[in-house]
């Protein structure tokens, strides 16, 4: 089963709205990070949390990290239209007979739609 | 600089046609690879990763495989597509100093 899951699914807003999604892991962890996808593209990494961190801060994007819990939140503050995009969690887990960074395993995402 | 390069964009193969589909990284060395799979509305499933040249791992049970002839080329096949291969699918490297990044995908279509 994925590593990561993701609430709410799907998620809509109005412009100028903050939005959180929330993303519960099982194992753990080294670091967590968040991606953006843009409908039929490819990803694009937003920031990276490490086990031993509480909070990030990245422009409009904070996230948080809770190791008890196993859990994560990513708010985006003062939405905009182009903040439309479905927003993935993923932790990296070790990889045997490597020394190099883990594999990313997905949570199934949440979908964001920011209305103008 | 490290750049990624997945192709083609798009791809449309009959069922039972062989499929062959090519990742090549550039500005690192003994990166790790990754091949991704995103069916429609859902997450990525990692379907095979490579630590090393001529080393695949599988992380799933399917009817593809995977190959790494080089250290920066990794390749996706398989002998015969069935309907159930269509999707969305991602290459993507990892090297310690650069955190993960990921090419543009290639969108599978099987008819």
């Known amino acids: 089963s994925q590593q990561g899951e993701e609430d709410p699914q799907a998620l809509s807003i109005q412009e100028g709205e903050n939005a959180t999604m929330n993303c519960s892991y099982k194992?753990?962890?080294?670091?967590l990070q968040w991606y953006r996808q843009n409908s039929g593209r490819g990803l694009v990494h937003l920031i990276l949390?490490?086990?031993?961190?509480r909070e990030k801060h990245s422009g409009r994007l904070r996230v948080t990290l809770d190791t008890s819990k196993k859990s994560s939140s990513l708010l985006i503050t003062a939405s905009r239209a182009a903040d439309t995009a479905s927003y993935f969690c993923?932790?990296?887990?070790?990889?045997?007979?490597?020394?190099?960074?883990?594999?990313?395993?997905f949570g199934q995402g949440t979908t964001l739609q920011v209305k103008p | 600089s490290q750049t990624i390069h997945q192709w083609p964009a798009t791809l449309v193969q009959p069922v039972g046609s062989p499929l062959s589909l090519e990742c090549t990284v550039e500005?690192?060395?003994?990166?790790?690879l990754y091949w991704y799979r995103q069916a429609a509305g859902r997450g990525l499933q990692l379907l095979f990763y490579?630590?090393?040249?001529?080393?695949i791992s599988s992380e799933v049970p399917q009817n593809l495989s995977a190959s790494r002839p080089q250290d920066r080329q990794f390749i996706l096949s398989s002998k015969k597509l069935l309907l159930s291969d269509s999707g969305f699918y991602l290459c993507?490297?990892?090297?310690?100093?650069?955190?993960?990044?990921f090419g543009s995908g290639t969108r599978l279509t099987v008819v």
């Open positions: 993507a490297w990892s090297e310690s100093r650069y955190g993960y990044t």
């Open positions: 194992t753990s962890i080294n670091n």
């Open positions: 949390i490490r086990s031993n961190e």
């Open positions: 993923a932790t990296a887990l070790p990889l045997h007979g490597s020394s190099n960074t883990g594999k990313l395993i």
């Open positions: 500005g690192t060395s003994n990166p790790n």
């Open positions: 490579s630590v090393g040249i001529g080393q």
